[in-house]
């Protein structure tokens, strides 16, 4: 894989806090790269370091190779886009796109060309002679990303760029920056706090976690093979049922079954740990539901607190003699009732379990070693 950018041992030290803490990633030519995590974990900070608006208190940032962590933002020809993007009122839609190229002293004979590529990429052409003042929430967005693209920049680097927009031109917009990334490949890193968003976005997903790198990923990768207790919990919707059990010489009792755990040194003196399992992953014996792969299974009778009609499925919640947890159920024939009683089984394929003493996945630990 080429790599448009290497960050090598990047940490940013503010008073009192470390917002970004020893972080090493590479982002390939041409990659959408999805940084998540919830609010204060340090994404602002890490794009503002790779824009050059932030200096990094260690480490370094290579691109292509080139030493750029002195850089200044100008030089580096990355293009920002940030959740409050900030338009010329006075100007129309074409003098906002075509406003950097006049503060350089681009020939006009250039913007033309250029401003009816973007305009035509993200379906604005109507629109270069009205003021902002007259235009959507999600048209005006569209224009920001105009002036941002036609720089022809290196990286795009977007913060939270949908999150003021409702949730219809959040779709709009999305499918717009999709199209305008299957079109033109520049790398890009893009940050969100919202995972569904990042799913769907994304080659590959990094998590962050108090400036701290949790995993970085093809979303199939993480939502299947979670390194981790946090990214088990952060990644999925809705979020993975975990439970924190009593654990002896590497055997784990789920109810009334043993389950081993990978046979690692680490797990044999382990006493406790936490068994994860995705809400799509419990059957209900009263559904229509195929169980799928039978395989090895585990049995839980439980009591339905209450149901969510989502509209396809019922997010149902049951009280179980692990504890409280949530799956889906099809809408179809009766609908669940509160104070149901419910078989539950799940497969032992689809269970994650977590060391009670480092939160670490245990099946990926034996797998490393
Ligand atoms: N200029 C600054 N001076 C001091 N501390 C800062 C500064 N900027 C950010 N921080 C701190 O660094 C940490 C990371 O902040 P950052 O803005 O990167 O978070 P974020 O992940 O973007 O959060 P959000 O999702 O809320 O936007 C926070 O604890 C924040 O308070
Ligand atoms: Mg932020």
């Given at each position: 894989?080429?790599?448009?950018l290497?960050?090598?041992?990047?940490s940013?030290?503010?008073?009192?806090?470390?917002?970004?803490?020893?972080?090493?990633?590479?982002?390939?030519?041409?990659?959408f790269l999805?940084?998540?995590?919830p609010s204060g974990?340090?994404?602002?900070?890490?794009l503002?370091?790779?824009?050059?608006?932030?200096?990094?208190?260690?480490?370094?940032?290579l691109?292509a190779?080139t030493?750029?962590t002195?850089?200044e933002?100008?030089?580096?020809?990355?293009?920002?886009?940030?959740?409050?993007y900030?338009l010329?009122p006075?100007m129309?839609?074409?003098?906002?796109?075509?406003f950097?190229?006049?503060?350089?002293?681009?020939?006009k004979?250039?913007?033309?060309?250029r401003?009816d590529?973007?305009?035509?990429?993200?379906?604005?052409?109507?629109?270069?002679?009205?003021?902002?003042?007259?235009?959507?929430?999600g048209?005006?967005q569209?224009?920001?990303?105009?002036r941002?693209?036609?720089?022809d920049?290196?990286?795009?680097l977007?913060?939270?760029?949908?999150s003021?927009l409702?949730?219809?031109?959040?779709?709009e917009?999305?499918?717009?920056?999709?199209?305008?990334?299957?079109q033109?490949?520049?790398?890009?890193?893009?940050?969100?706090?919202?995972?569904m968003e990042?799913?769907?976005m994304?080659?590959?997903?990094?998590?962050?976690?108090?400036?701290?790198?949790?995993?970085?990923?093809?979303?199939?990768?993480?939502?299947?093979?979670?390194a981790?207790?946090?990214?088990a919990?952060?990644?999925g919707t809705?979020?993975?049922?975990?439970?924190?059990?009593?654990?002896?010489?590497?055997?784990?009792?789920v109810?009334n079954?043993?389950?081993?755990?990978?046979?690692?040194?680490?797990?044999?003196?382990?006493?406790?740990v936490?068994?994860?399992?995705r809400?799509?992953?419990?059957?209900?014996?009263?559904?229509?539901?195929?169980p799928?792969?039978?395989?090895?299974?585990?049995h839980?009778e439980?009591?339905?607190?209450?149901c969510?009609?989502?509209?396809?499925?019922y997010?149902n919640h049951?009280?179980?003699?692990l504890?409280?947890?949530r799956?889906?159920?099809?809408?179809?024939?009766?609908?669940?009732?509160?104070?149901?009683?419910?078989?539950?089984?799940?497969?032992?394929?689809?269970?994650?379990?977590?060391?009670?003493?480092?939160?670490?996945?245990l099946h990926?630990?034996?797998?490393?070693?």
């Amino acid at each position: 894989m080429m790599s448009s950018l290497r960050l090598e041992n990047i940490s940013k030290q503010f008073e009192g806090s470390m917002a970004v803490n020893n972080l090493s990633l590479e982002i390939a030519d041409g990659e959408f790269l999805v940084l998540v995590g919830p609010s204060g974990c340090g994404k602002s900070t890490l794009l503002r370091l790779l824009a050059g608006l932030e200096q990094v208190t260690e480490g370094r940032i290579l691109q292509a190779g080139t030493d750029i962590t002195a850089l200044e933002p100008r030089e580096r020809n990355f293009s920002m886009i940030f959740q409050n993007y900030a338009l010329f009122p006075h100007m129309t839609v074409e003098q906002n796109i075509t406003f950097g190229m006049r503060m350089r002293n681009e020939p006009k004979s250039k913007h033309r060309a250029r401003v009816d590529r973007v305009a035509d990429l993200l379906q604005l052409g109507e629109l270069l002679n009205r003021k902002p003042g007259k235009l959507s929430g999600g048209q005006r967005q569209r224009v920001a990303m105009a002036r941002a693209i036609v720089r022809d920049p290196k990286l795009f680097l977007m913060d939270e760029p949908l999150s003021n927009l409702d949730a219809r031109l959040r779709t709009e917009v999305r499918d717009g920056i999709m199209t305008l990334h299957q079109q033109l490949k520049t790398s890009t890193v893009y940050v969100t706090h919202d995972q569904m968003e990042a799913m769907t976005m994304a080659d590959r997903i990094a998590v962050l976690n108090k400036g701290h790198l949790q995993q970085i990923g093809a979303p199939q990768t993480l939502y299947a093979h979670p390194a981790n207790l946090f990214v088990a919990g952060f990644i999925g919707t809705p979020a993975m049922n975990i439970f924190k059990l009593p654990c002896r010489d590497g055997v784990v009792m789920v109810g009334n079954q043993a389950v081993n755990l990978p046979d690692t040194a680490h797990a044999r003196q382990l006493t406790e740990v936490y068994l994860g399992i995705r809400p799509e992953h419990i059957d209900d014996s009263s559904a229509y539901r195929d169980p799928g792969n039978p395989g090895e299974r585990l049995h839980l009778e439980a009591s339905l607190t209450y149901c969510e009609l989502l509209g396809a499925d019922y997010l149902n919640h049951a009280q179980s003699p692990l504890g409280a947890l949530r799956y889906l159920r099809e809408n179809r024939g009766n609908a669940p009732q509160a104070n149901q009683q419910v078989s539950l089984s799940f497969s032992l394929h689809d269970i994650h379990l977590f060391s009670g003493q480092n939160q670490q996945n245990l099946h990926r630990e034996s797998q490393n070693a």
